[in-house]
């Protein structure tokens, strides 16, 4: 709150981050999976196919992530967040009216730019609204908006699927289209880039103190200086192991469960919900942390805990194991990927802090689109789905390790 009794235009700013992700995670990109089966049967089309749009979908996002934070800086990220929701709703509803895999391949490709354009920015603004020792907790709640949207989906999309029949993959795909459509339209009216557009400062900010203000003629020959620091360059490779290793665990979670243990889909969809919901709040538990503790224990703290609920998916020990790891890595589920924006941010100055974020999160899709093929081969290989949790553990403790060598930002030395 200010001074004057009034809520700081800063948590508008989260609370509309919140919403962003929500739709373009929760709605664009998790609901897929819902959707998928059903979506196959109509179009005719095998898993391949519908691995490929998935992995057209990624390819996309990554495309754009790695962008998206250099474009919300030169452009502003009320521009970019507004017209990414609105390109992302338009595919997702030329998805719904596909008839064939090349249609649905493009759409996918799109959608994934979208999502891209959406997320990059939207996490990034808490670092150039808020105070250092606030941001942690402020990406947080913008962040909580994935587990939010994963479990609305979860909810909603079997719903439209019966209400529709045959026409429920594309009765989904319009209604989280129109979602994403009118995300879009309200980030336009009501998002602002930076405090100093509403004559503010920055929350936690005393008043009286001074704030680096952006220049948006001379921030694009300074982009150098995010590519050019060791420090962003390290904290990449630390989020490197994330992608990695989480989407080991994501991938192959159901198909461990019923291959290796034949649990029925049922149970399985009630740990898959269960560990969604718990997740909601990892984001700004981990935020919290980082405050405290600081950025690269947090981030370390953060890695030990993952690499615990991989360990203990492999090893699967009865009775509870498998329960305990999914409630573990529920708690800790999007931890790193709320740490290491921010960490990232802290290194540099406000205009150039979502630039930060879209280069470290190239490392991050690297990882994300090479651990599903190793994890795959690791099976294939062995015959074992555990060989590749227990790689996924691993790679989540060097990542622990990675981040206890990160200096420092230069305020805090």
Not at 76 to 94: D, K, Y
Not at 196 to 219: F, I, M, R, Y
């Amino acid at each position: 709150m200010s001074k004057a009794g009034r809520l700081h235009y800063a948590w508008v700013v989260v609370a509309l981050g919140f919403l962003s992700v929500l739709g373009a995670h929760g709605f664009g990109r998790f609901a897929y999976s819902l959707i998928l089966r059903d979506m196959m049967l109509s179009l005719g089309l095998n898993y391949f196919q519908m691995g490929l749009i998935a992995t057209a979908n990624l390819v996309g996002y990554v495309t754009l992530a790695t962008v998206g934070g250099a474009l919300a800086s030169k452009y502003g990220s009320r521009l970019v967040i507004s017209l990414s929701a609105l390109l992302m709703g338009v595919a997702m509803i030329c998805i719904g009216l596909s008839s064939s895999f090349l249609q649905v391949l493009v759409c996918s490709i799109v959608t994934g730019l979208g999502n891209g354009g959406v997320y990059l920015p939207a996490v990034a603004l808490p670092s150039i609204w808020f105070a250092m020792k606030y941001r942690g907790r402020a990406t947080g709640y913008v962040t909580a908006g994935i587990g939010v949207g994963f479990a609305i989906g979860g909810i909603a999309v079997p719903l439209i699927l019966k209400a529709y029949l045959a026409a429920g993959w594309r009765y989904a795909w319009f209604y989280l289209g129109s979602a994403l459509l009118a995300i879009g339209l309200v980030d336009y009216l009501f998002l602002r880039n930076r405090p100093e557009d509403l004559g503010l400062k920055p929350l936690g900010v005393e008043e009286g103190s001074t704030t680096t203000a952006a220049n948006p003629s001379s921030s694009t020959l300074r982009w150098g200086l995010v590519y050019k620091s060791r420090e962003i360059w390290m904290v990449g490779l630390v989020y490197f192991m994330y992608g990695f290793s989480y989407i080991i665990y994501i991938t192959y979670f159901a198909a461990y469960l019923e291959e290796a243990f034949a649990w029925p889909k049922e149970l399985i969809g009630l740990l898959w919900s269960t560990l969604g919901i718990l997740s909601i709040s990892s984001g700004v538990t981990w935020g919290y942390v980082s405050d405290m503790l600081g950025r690269k224990y947090g981030i370390a703290l953060a890695y030990a805990v993952l690499s615990l609920s991989y360990l203990l998916y492999a090893l699967a020990l009865p009775p509870y194991g498998l329960y305990a790891s999914a409630i573990i890595f529920g708690l800790a589920a999007w931890s790193v990927p709320t740490l290491a924006v921010v960490a990232a941010a802290d290194y540099v100055s406000p205009e150039l802090r979502s630039a930060a974020a879209g280069f470290v999160t190239l490392f991050f899709g690297i990882g994300q689109a090479v651990g599903p093929a190793v994890g795959g081969y690791i099976r294939d290989a062995t015959g074992l789905f555990a060989n590749a949790f227990y790689l996924a553990s691993l790679v989540a403790f060097i990542g622990a390790v990675g981040a206890l060598f990160l200096k420092k930002p230069p305020t805090q030395r």
